[in-house]
């Protein structure tokens, strides 16, 4: 028998202490690696069990590849049982007598289906590819939050630019109609001031009009006259001054 490394000599013990494991869902390899607190992974732990069995250290019960019971081999009488035999110990294990229950036959070649119990193997590996996707989904889901918010934000931007531009244009709109009404409401109003002078001229003109129309003719000529005389003081005035 090889030497047992530590992990095999745990199993030896446990059996041989604790008698069988035994699982009615045929998962007793999975039982046994809790049993004993093998710590690496499902299907190291699978391919050590399966391992064990091609040595004859342990049998194994097993139907439809799934592994219902582990356990020392049973000792022929008058034979050393594995358990007792030191590690570095060259003594074969006892043939298993007739009576034992049904257990999994040796394969001819070190892979052989039958030294693996798949549907554990299976298990361990799905259980490991959920993990992994698991993992990447929750960083994947981080990263693409990022980027929608970050999307989002760059929507939001665009449509706050749009909408100032918008209402910049709007407002140069406005200050131009602003400045043309201005430019007509004074020159409206220039207008408005010269029809004001011109209607009160006008008016000024009638009444001097309507007041010599009422004159005699003797009259008109003492005005004129007076008004003659008037312009030439004011005239002179102006030459003394």
Request: cysteine-free.
């Given at each position: 028998m090889p030497r047992r490394s530590g992990a095999r000599q745990d199993i030896v013990d446990f059996l041989s202490a604790n008698g069988s494991i035994s699982d009615p869902h045929g998962r007793a390899t999975a039982a046994l690696k809790r049993a004993v607190g093998y710590g690496g992974n499902d299907s190291a732990f699978i391919q050590l069990v399966s391992a064990m069995a091609r040595d004859g250290e342990i049998d194994r019960v097993v139907r439809g590849r799934?592994?219902?019971?582990?356990r020392l081999p049973i000792p022929a009488p008058g034979s050393v049982s594995p358990a007792a035999s030191p590690a570095s110990g060259s003594v074969s294990p006892a043939p298993v007598p007739a009576s034992a229950p049904a257990l999994a036959?040796?394969?001819?070649?070190?892979?052989?289906?039958?030294?693996?119990?798949?549907?554990e193997l299976a298990a361990a590996l799905l259980a490991r590819v959920t993990q992994v996707i698991s993992d990447s989904e929750h960083g994947s889901s981080s990263v693409g939050w990022?980027?929608?918010?970050?999307?989002?934000?760059?929507?939001?931007?665009?449509?706050?630019?749009?909408?100032?531009?918008?209402?910049?244009?709007?407002?140069?709109?406005?200050?131009?109609?602003?400045?043309?009404?201005k430019s007509r409401l004074e020159a409206a109003e220039h207008n408005l001031s010269v029809l004001s002078e011109r209607h009160h001229s006008s008016a000024a003109q009638a009444s001097a009009n309507r007041a010599a129309r009422r004159l005699g003719t003797e009259d008109r000529d003492l005005l004129q006259r007076l008004t003659g005389q008037h312009r030439q003081k004011?005239?002179?005035s102006e030459r003394t001054g």
């Open positions: 799934r592994t219902y019971e582990l036959a040796p394969a001819e070649h070190p892979g052989a289906s039958e030294d693996i119990d798949y549907d990022t980027k929608r918010r970050m999307e989002r934000l760059e929507t939001r931007n665009a449509v706050a630019e749009r909408e100032l531009a918008r209402a910049k244009a709007e407002l140069r709109a406005v200050e131009a109609q602003r400045d043309e009404l004011e005239h002179r």
